[in-house]
């Protein structure tokens, strides 16, 4: 059985007070920024200003980072560079920045990915869900709360948005203060966009013009794929080129005098999914590129540090500066744009980007105050006892050697497709393919509680049963085996360098149970597996398996051969997290014995390198 879920109204005794609907989807909303300081950067207003300042901030992939805390740790983030996450820690860079520069001439927008990612998220979509449950009126999303009071003025849509459904993602939509923008999130059946594009604000200067600054918001294409189950026939999702030459020329028809884009897309043109989609995944550099009128872009998705980075238009031979503000709150960009007056219109004549280290300040004092019980709340449920291990289950060294923790993720995949296999489907081998997702996973000897699990298997995923012919399946493991760098026999082998190769990382990599196999990593890549077997007899070409696989990669994520078009034989909305908690749960005990099976390893010209 499920663990129950807490009551959060033992933590939280407080009205959630939501603000002003948002404006209708497909329109601009022009409003005014803040009245609080007037006067120019530091010194007295002018009569006649000809020339004047104002900053964009910009976060991205917060992913429900509230505070710098780490859930499945139970204490304090930490890493090796020393990072510090969460939106508390940023809010205090805003405020100062409001402060130095006066509160008119900040906007604050963010790129994406803020509903999704912790335990803090699950919770409040799946335990005690903003949506309700019941007939009870659900909770405010506590990113909601705090973005609010951060005083966002826009935020671009995410892929992970879509996780938990539609519903979910217009509930909170509604809690916010401030437009999710996505120009090229259509519905599917209008083709008109289903969330605002676009939102205008206004930098009031006294003695000129407005400063009329243009925010379009672009998401990212591969939502069609990874969250297909939650929105096929309901949305489609075009490019961001495509979507950009369409409303950068109306924002500048509006008269925007500066047009700032935020994308949930990564700037090196480069796609996981392959030709599986018509549309580029980290497509910010072909944007700024292509489309003639953007000044800047806020950059997100691909959870990276990039300060400042400069495309130059090919139409018009003027620089676009992009910035990436990493992930999880770790860092705040800060775009400052100068302007000149000329001929009663502000033209953009300088723009940097800088990005704002986090863990050089301390928590925000009203952040904290709202939130702490909220988290209070999700750090109790994390730590619920679901049942006891019977020995360490590390994670360590999943990524080159065949571990029981990542058995007992194939074994709970396996019995849960197992339960709806039809008759002609149940005759069939069944396996199972999963990636080590964290390599610091470790679920102990003794109790085990819910983040133990939650910490080996971190995304929301649900499960599917697909079916691959004996050849397919070869092809998806000596896909996955790229994952490898080539070490020649003779050769020491490294783990500190030995993963990773193509820019295949560990989520990326699956290994298979339920067959047998070598990973010879001194071959060529697409020649490295070796003696594939079942049940001791080699797997034929036309050998038909039934594959556990998450909706992830069964949808086409990381652009494995052959899974996205494969037969359904089986689908769930239950998420495989959770199927291993009750998995614990429903055993009491959790035995390596009953599922750890060494059936792959890495070899060197056929000599085990391990």
């Known amino acids: 059985m499920p663990v129950n879920p807490l009551n959060r ?6 009205s959630a007070v939501t603000g002003a609907a948002v404006a209708v989807a497909g329109t601009a909303a022009a409003t005014p920024a803040r009245a609080a300081d007037r006067n120019p950067v530091g010194g007295k207003p002018e009569k006649n200003p000809r020339t004047w300042s104002f900053s964009i901030l910009g976060t991205t992939d917060l992913h429900s980072h509230v505070f710098d805390w780490d859930y499945y740790t139970d204490a304090a983030y930490t890493d090796k560079a020393g990072n510090s996450v969460g939106v508390a820690r940023v809010a205090t860079l805003v405020k100062q920045q409001r402060a130095a520069k ?35 009126r659900g909770p405010v999303h506590p990113m909601a709360i705090a973005m609010n009071a951060m005083k966002y003025d826009a935020a671009a849509l995410g892929n992970h948005e879509f996780n938990y459904g539609i519903e979910t993602l217009r509930r909170f939509e509604k809690q916010c203060h401030f437009p999710l923008l996505g120009a090229n999130a259509l519905d599917a059946k209008t083709l008109r966009p289903a969330f605002q594009p676009y939102t205008v ?13 243009g925010i379009l918001g672009l998401t990212n294409p591969g939502i069609a794929l990874w969250d297909k189950d939650n929105v096929s026939g309901k949305m489609a999702f075009t490019g961001l080129v495509e979507q950009a030459k ?6 500048r028809a509006l008269g925007c005098d500066v047009v700032f884009l935020t994308d949930h897309s990564g700037l090196d043109g480069s796609s996981s999914y392959g030709d599986e989609l018509p549309y580029v995944e980290n497509a910010s550099n072909l944007v700024a590129a292509q489309v003639p009128g953007i000044d800047a872009i806020l950059v997100g998705h691909t959870h990276t540090e990039v300060s400042s980075y400069t495309v130059t238009n090919t139409a018009t031979g003027k620089d676009v500066v992009l910035s990436e503000p990493y992930c999880y709150g770790m860092r705040l960009t800060v775009f400052d744009f100068e302007l000149e007056l000329a001929h009663g219109q502000w033209k953009v004549t300088s723009t940097k980007a800088q990005t704002l280290n986090s863990n050089t300040v301390a928590e925000d004092a009203e952040i904290t105050k709202l939130l702490t019980a909220d988290h209070e709340l999700v750090v109790k449920y994390v730590n619920t006892p679901v049942g006891t291990c019977t020995a360490d289950l590390s994670a ?6 065949d571990v ?6 194939h074994q709970v995949q396996m019995a849960a497709v197992a339960t709806g296999l039809s008759t002609a489907d149940a005759a069939l081998p069944l396996i199972s393919v999963a990636a080590p997702f964290s390599r610091t996973a470790d679920i102990p000897q003794g109790d085990v509680t819910i983040r133990d699990v939650a910490g080996l298997y971190i995304y929301d995923n649900t499960l599917y049963g697909k079916k691959l012919t004996g050849a397919q399946l070869k092809d998806y493991l000596e ?8 070490v020649p026999s003779g050769t020491k082998v490294d783990t500190a360098t030995l993963t990773n190769a193509n820019s295949f990382w560990d989520y990326m990599y699956d290994t298979a149970a339920g067959v047998d196999y070598d990973i010879d990593i001194a071959q060529a890549e697409g020649s490295r597996i070796k003696n594939l077997s079942h049940k001791g007899a080699a797997v034929t070409d036309d050998q038909v398996f039934v594959v556990a696989v998450n909706n992830y990669r069964a949808n086409g994520g990381s652009g494995y051969p052959h899974i996205a078009a494969a037969d359904i034989a089986y689908s769930s909305t239950d998420e495989i997290r959770q199927l291993m908690i009750d998995y614990v749960t429903s055993k009491g005990t959790l035995d390596p014995a009953d599922f750890a099976d060494a059936n792959w390893k890495l070899t060197q010209e056929g000599t085990p390198v391990f």
């Open 479 to 486: 896909y996955a085996a790229k994952y490898y760098y080539r």
């Open 102 to 136: 006066g509160a008119d001439r900040v906007l604050l927008v963010d790129a994406g990915d803020i509903i999704q990612g912790t335990s803090l998220a699950y919770y409040y979509a799946r335990v005690d869900p903003i949506t309700g449950a019941g007939g009870r």
């Open 201 to 213: 604000k206004r930098i009031r200067v006294p003695g000129a013009p407005d400063i009329k600054v």
């Open 9 to 14: 109204r033992e933590f939280v005794k407080r």
């Open 404 to 409: 029981p923790v990542m058995d007992f993720i």
């Open 246 to 251: 369409k409303y950068v020329p109306r924002m």
């Open 396 to 401: 360590a060294e999943a990524c080159w050697k």
